[in-house]
């Protein structure tokens, strides 16, 4: 007979499965792909809630991180926090090919403190300061999220969400080890004030929000938020305003039915035409042009 010790172990295992395999269910990773980008490609400046991976396997491609350039060459990888701005722009003659991923942070930094502050990429992802890390992958982290894009697109294969999820994991591991031992360091927005005032503009796109709303809720005038804001993040506030918003409605383009004018009133705009408008200044291309190409591939 199944002793009651055995039994509730039993029990117990299989309700860790159950939380598990409903955990690894869920739609973590927005994607995951092998790119190549032509010589002279450009992708103006955007930002996105979603962590960001880049990693070099052939050429070289300049990665604008808050108006900073870095050159990320084969070898090197590049992980962009939430909200930051940046754009790429390939300068040389020959393709850049890396290996992309954008996935949620939003199922991973609700762990323990305790854990944030041993694991140490969990910690950048919640401190609120941290823009991007920068630093040489190894073997085994190249083949971590190789085994990602893999089954992200592999739609016809059984768990291929759930098996991408668990590599999601791994992957956060080996990027901590890494980040023990790199000599680069994680590059930061180190001012309370520019932290306090993108996370408003972030939670309140939706909201017709201007520079004097962003202002009076960190409690500085207008010309003190502009000051700070310019030098800690390399742009004005009305920029990241609009550059967030633009953001925003790709994500609207991309998985929701909402028309064009539907959008543009849901952020705010006063009219379509307008919204067009800013739309094409931070992305090169139309709303109407954006969803016909229908690509999450930014």
Request: hydrophobic share 40%; aromatic share 10%.
């Amino acid at each position: 007979m199944i002793s009651f010790r055995i039994l509730s172990g039993v029990i117990a295992v299989k309700r860790a499965v159950e939380l598990l395999y409903h955990e690894l269910e869920q739609n973590m990773i927005y994607n995951a792909l092998e790119r190549t980008l032509k010589p002279g490609y450009f992708f103006g400046p955007h930002c996105h809630e979603n962590m960001e991976i880049c990693l070099m396997k052939e050429g070289e491609c300049d990665i604008i991180i808050n108006g900073e350039s870095i050159t990320v060459h084969k070898g090197e990888l590049m992980v962009i926090f939430s909200h930051m701005i940046h754009s790429f722009h390939v300068k040389s003659d020959q393709a850049a090919v890396f290996l992309q991923i954008h996935f949620s942070p939003e199922s991973l930094i609700a762990a323990d403190p305790k854990v944030n502050e041993n694991i140490k990429f969990l910690h950048y992802m919640t401190d609120a300061h941290s823009a991007y890390t920068f630093h040489t992958f190894t073997e085994q982290l190249l083949s971590c999220v190789e085994r990602i894009c893999e089954e992200m697109n592999n739609e016809t294969g059984v768990h291929h969400v759930s098996l991408a999820n668990i590599y999601i994991y791994e992957m956060l591991f080996l990027l901590s080890r890494e980040i023990e031992q790199s000599v680069r360091e994680v590059f930061s927005i180190n001012n309370p004030i520019a932290i306090r005032a993108i996370h408003f503009i972030n939670q309140n796109m939706d909201n017709n929000i201007a520079l004097d709303d962003v202002a009076q809720h960190c409690n500085v005038t207008t010309r003190y938020l502009s000051k700070i804001f310019k030098k800690y993040v390399n742009t004005s506030v009305n920029d990241y305003i609009c550059i967030a918003k633009v953001d925003k409605a790709m994500n609207y383009i991309s998985n929701t039915e909402l028309s064009i004018t539907e959008i543009s009133s849901r952020l705010g705009f006063s009219s379509a035409q307008y919204f067009s408008t800013v739309f094409k200044k931070y992305s090169g291309v139309t709303p109407k042009e954006f969803k016909t190409l229908r690509t999450k591939d930014i």
